[in-house]
Nanobody
């Protein structure tokens, strides 16, 4: 499985960005794909995910501001990030577990200026 993330960048506080993660290889469904982020000096944390049943879940710090969605035909998930705050600055990674193995994308930098 390969994961290719895109869409990061520099934005002012209050702005929006949309990330995309395209999966390829031995993956048939976007269910179970999720986004993590890691800020300098901090642990990697879950941002949002698509559950195994196709629902969604979010980290507490992004609820109401971020929305995860996906396109099974394209094997791609998206993360719409609105009302961005400086504390959202991090490298964002897409992730999926398949056959008990963790797969990570290469990460995309999101920087929110105050």
């Amino acid at each position: 499985v390969q994961l290719q993330a895109s869409g990061g960048g520099l934005v002012q506080a209050g702005g929006s960005l949309r990330l995309a993660c395209a999966a390829s290889g031995r993956i048939r469904s976007i269910n179970g794909m999720d986004w993590y982020r890691q800020a300098p000096g901090k642990q990697r944390e879950l941002v949002a995910g698509i559950t195994s049943s196709g629902g969604t879940n979010y980290g507490d710090s992004v609820k109401g501001r971020f929305a995860i969605s996906g396109d099974n035909a394209k094997k791609t998930i998206y993360l719409q990030m609105d009302s961005l705050k400086p504390e959202d600055t991090a490298v964002y990674y897409c992730h999926v577990i398949r056959e008990y193995f963790n797969y990570w994308g290469q990460g995309t930098q999101v920087t929110v200026s105050s």
